[in-house]
């Protein structure tokens, strides 16, 4: 039977879900509100972890191709305290598991994979309602209607697809990142650059850190981490861009001077990006003609494997789908059921992960958690 299978997000989940369908003869469609694959910059270093998203490249063919992305030196870690202080400094030997490519490379590679007109642009999801019969109407913000037989929600944390299936939303996790940029790094940040090393730094104490990656042509990709309660974000998201610098050296008080500089020296204003997560326990029944996947379905705190979980996610729902044409329902559902013990498994260790890294016992726990046998 020839199903009409709807994506919804052109991300790297609904990509490479679409991939895998396409290489099972299987018809599909990604809406993504982007008006172009160029539209926006696609964000920064992602590390590929051997068992999730690697595998989900395997699955979809791939692998190959994303094996000639590998940023060379990118699985190298250090761990500093908040004086600069260095803990922990591992090159990279090549036998990490977990190398790392850009984002806005990866996806060239999945959009680059799939069928000319695969995926429509400035296709901006409005709501999703129901046709009877496991169909569905996709109404987007333009005014076009589209009908499906099966669709996807690959659209993030703040789904359109999601209310079909789950009265849940996210909410703010207590945690709130602001990202910073240094352009031209060994050349014009030496101290910083030089902290930062050649591929990921941590740099801890309690209830705070500067998480950064080394990237190509000399960038280093900044996230400055605070827990923090929701009067204290807002208040921060009201604030002009050199105030937000301000009161985050304030909060920084102390630290090192070449840590603090990838607040005080960033190329360009500082992005704010509260964290918000979806429950744990995030599950919803088996509905007809509808499914999530990635954050839509089980959005956390990132812990170093949300997009990893996706693809996998993609890969995982395109052979179940294409496995059982005829039985999409008990595919999916089947699907879900794996999905949902995946997902509550990472996020537990998420946590652990996070309270490693922020905790009372920050930067040792680190160490403790990740390092030591």
Do not use: C
């Not at 790094?185 to 990921?200: F, V």
């Amino acid at each position: 039977m020839t199903r009409d299978i709807a994506v919804v997000g052109g991300g790297l989940a609904g990509l490479l879900l679409a991939r895998v369908l396409q290489e099972r003869g299987i018809r599909v469609k990604v809406y993504e509100a982007d008006a172009s694959r160029t539209a926006r910059s696609q964000g920064g270093m992602l590390d590929m972890h051997e068992d999730t998203g690697q595998t989900a490249l395997r699955m979809a063919g791939l692998h190959d191709g994303f094996k000639g992305l590998i940023h060379e030196g990118g699985q190298a870690i250090r761990v500093l305290d908040q004086h600069g202080t260095v803990l922990l400094d591992r090159p990279d030997d090549g036998q990490g598991g977990r190398p790392e490519v850009r984002r806005g490379d990866l996806r060239d590679l999945l959009l680059n994979s799939l069928h000319p007109d695969t995926v429509q642009w400035g296709a901006k999801l409005a709501t999703v309602t129901s046709l009877g019969g496991g169909r569905h109407a996709l109404h987007f913000v333009n005014g076009s209607v589209v009908h499906a037989d099966w669709v996807v929600g690959a659209d993030g944390a703040w789904s359109k697809v999601r209310p079909i299936v789950s009265s849940s939303v996210p909410q703010y996790a207590g945690l709130t990142y602001v990202e910073t940029w240094l352009s031209n790094a060994d050349l014009n940040h030496g101290a910083s650059a030089r902290a930062a090393g050649r591929g990921a730094m941590f740099a801890l104490a309690p209830g705070q850190g500067i998480f950064t990656h080394r990237e190509p042509n000399d960038i280093v990709h900044a996230y400055i981490a605070m827990q923090r309660d929701a009067a204290w974000l807002e208040g921060l998201q009201k604030e002009n861009p050199e105030t937000v610098v301000s009161r985050m050296l304030a909060e920084f008080a102390g630290w090192a001077p070449e840590l603090t500089h990838f607040m005080a020296g960033a190329d360009g204003p500082p992005v704010i990006r509260p964290i918000y997560s979806l429950p744990l326990d995030h599950t919803w029944a088996p509905t007809p003609g509808i499914t999530l996947i990635g954050d839509a379905a089980h959005l956390r705190p990132p812990a170093g494997d949300g997009a990893n979980l996706a693809m996998l996610d993609a890969a995982e729902l395109g052979h179940a789908i294409a496995d059982q044409p005829d039985r999409m329902n008990e595919a999916v559902a089947s699907f879900e059921a794996r999905m949902f013990e995946r997902s509550a498994t990472a996020a537990q260790d998420g946590i652990e992960g996070m309270q490693a890294l922020l905790g009372e016992d920050a930067p040792h726990s680190v160490l403790k958690f990740f390092f030591q046998p």
